[in-house]
């Protein structure tokens, strides 16, 4: 089983630093997140009172913290799959071209001596074992700025230089915000969205995206200064949280461990695709995601799965795995009644899905939602709209306009503009939407992307959750050739 660890440090009231106001809070709500949402077994918490450990004090003195580490990564305790993080919402100062994280007691007078250096960290965390490292530091704080540029340049360093997936608040040249509004850094509560339910960030491609985007907007509309997240990562697509993934995230983790020689070969690594492609459509996320490293044992030659064409006769009849009845979908659409329509489509998704109860379709629901089904339900409405409407009319559009299964959120937009979602700039509210069929091209169906990944009502699309949403649709439509 794959072991998940973390330490997180979170540190408010510093001996000869200026005291942060939300450092501690940042801390303790990324350990929630990752021991209640992420599915972490282990995260030890650094705070200004967090409980002491097995008898020992976890206050972020130096001592403590060094004493920790020195315990922690003695000895290797993972294996090459695991996963360990490291957060840290504090001070940071770069001095003599190092990064330095300060703990309660640090000296900006003897930064050396009470720091901790970003170099002895990552020798740290390259005992324990694992290739999978995530570092996230959240330190570049407005009093070190007044005395040198923050730090940055050496966390990104290392993570070329070891593979550590290095996420930091902001530039070296800006600083990191703290919203009162919020209570929490700017950074860290766009942290705590992107890889929760609200963002669902899969992957670190997708995260990054996530935080740009989110970050930027949530200082414009605090009216704070600019700042700008910085991811570096060797391995972008690397999945962070396998219960948000789509299936090709799944497939892209997979083919990222073949062997080179293959992946310079065309003609075994298209196939190679496919099939990997279809693993993630027949397998559960999480088992997937934990024997990616045997899957390179397909370039051998397995090519025996092929997903099912979907007869005419099946959608002729309403074909239906689960046994859901699509008749009253089929006469409110023959009807011309789409507002009706889209809002029983929705329904029946979720009946399709056991979603019901919930009233919202998530990655795992998307990634195992019955190619019968999809197809039925898509041929009901491309039929009775003329060729108006339909998931594949929405895909062709999608996939016109460059989108991928992780595309940004320019591209999103760029979509929804040429379906109508979204006019002169501004997003529609659902009640707003054209219900005729002088609708724009792929206008329908609406309400199911409206509940992909949110609880929220309201809005059409606004959210980034829905982007990541509706890119994981496009990602099974296209696996049920849609």
């Given at each position: ?162 593979g550590v997936i290095s996420i930091l608040s902001c530039t070296p040249q800006e600083s990191s915000g703290e919203i009162d509004a919020l209570q929490t850094g700017a950074f860290t509560h766009a942290l705590l969205e992107g890889l929760g339910i609200q963002g669902q960030c899969a992957t670190v491609k997708r995260l990054q995206q996530y935080l740009r985007f989110r970050v930027s907007e949530l200082v414009q509309h605090y009216k704070y200064p600019q700042q700008t997240p910085e991811i570096t ?250």
């Amino acid at each position: 089983m794959v072991k998940n660890w973390a330490l997180v440090i979170g540190i408010n009231h510093y001996d000869f630093l200026q005291p942060l106001k939300y450092a501690k809070r940042d801390a303790q709500l990324m350990q929630q997140l990752l021991c209640n949402e992420v599915g972490f077994e282990r995260v030890f918490l650094f705070s200004d009172d967090s409980p002491d450990i097995g008898g020992e004090s976890t206050r972020p003195y130096r001592a403590n913290l060094l004493q920790c580490l020195r315990q922690l990564f003695n000895n290797p305790f993972m294996t090459e799959e695991d996963n360990f993080w490291f957060f840290f919402s504090g001070h940071g100062i770069r001095h003599a071209d190092h990064d330095y994280l300060m703990p309660l007691d640090g000296d900006p007078n003897d930064i050396e001596n009470t720091g901790i250096s970003l170099s002895y960290l990552t020798e740290c965390f390259g005992c324990c074992g694992t290739k999978n490292i995530v570092m996230i530091l959240d330190a570049c704080r407005h009093q070190q700025k007044q005395i040198s540029e923050g730090i940055g340049r050496q966390a990104q360093q290392i993570a070329n230089q070891t593979g550590v997936i290095s996420i930091l608040s902001c530039t070296p040249q800006e600083s990191s915000g703290e919203i009162d509004a919020l209570q929490t850094g700017a950074f860290t509560h766009a942290l705590l969205e992107g890889l929760g339910i609200q963002g669902q960030c899969a992957t670190v491609k997708r995260l990054q995206q996530y935080l740009r985007f989110r970050v930027s907007e949530l200082v414009q509309h605090y009216k704070y200064p600019q700042q700008t997240p910085e991811i570096t990562a060797t391995k972008p697509d690397l999945i962070l949280v396998p219960q948000y993934a789509n299936l090709d995230d799944i497939a892209q983790q997979q083919i990222n461990t073949f062997p080179p020689e293959v992946n310079q070969n065309l003609e075994i690594v298209e196939p190679l695709v496919m099939n990997a492609k279809v693993v993630a459509t027949r397998s559960d996320v999480h088992t997937v995601v934990k024997v990616a490293p045997q899957i390179s044992e397909l370039w051998v030659g397995t090519s025996e799965t092929q997903t099912n064409p979907i007869s005419a006769d099946a959608i002729a009849c309403l074909s239906s795995e689960p046994g859901v009845d699509y008749t009253h979908l089929q006469d409110l659409l023959a009807a011309g009644q789409w507002r009706a329509a889209d809002r029983e489509t929705l329904t029946l998704m979720l009946k399709v899905a056991a979603r019901t109860k919930q009233g919202w379709l998530d990655i795992e629901s998307i990634n195992k939602f019955p190619n019968t089904d999809l197809a039925t339900i898509d041929q009901l409405w491309v039929k009775y709209s003329n060729g108006r409407f339909g998931f594949s009319i929405q895909k062709r559009i999608w996939e016109s306009i460059g989108g991928i299964a992780d595309a940004d959120y320019q591209t999103w937009c760029e979509f929804c503009d040429r379906i109508g979602w979204r006019q002169n700039h501004y997003w529609l509210f659902y009640s707003d939407l054209t219900f005729s069929s002088s609708a724009p091209l792929g206008h329908f169906p609406a309400a199911a992307s409206v509940n992909l990944l949110t609880v929220r009502r309201g809005w059409v699309v606004g959210l980034c959750s829905c982007l990541v949403g509706f890119s994981a649709l496009a990602s099974r439509l296209a696996k049920s050739s849609l």
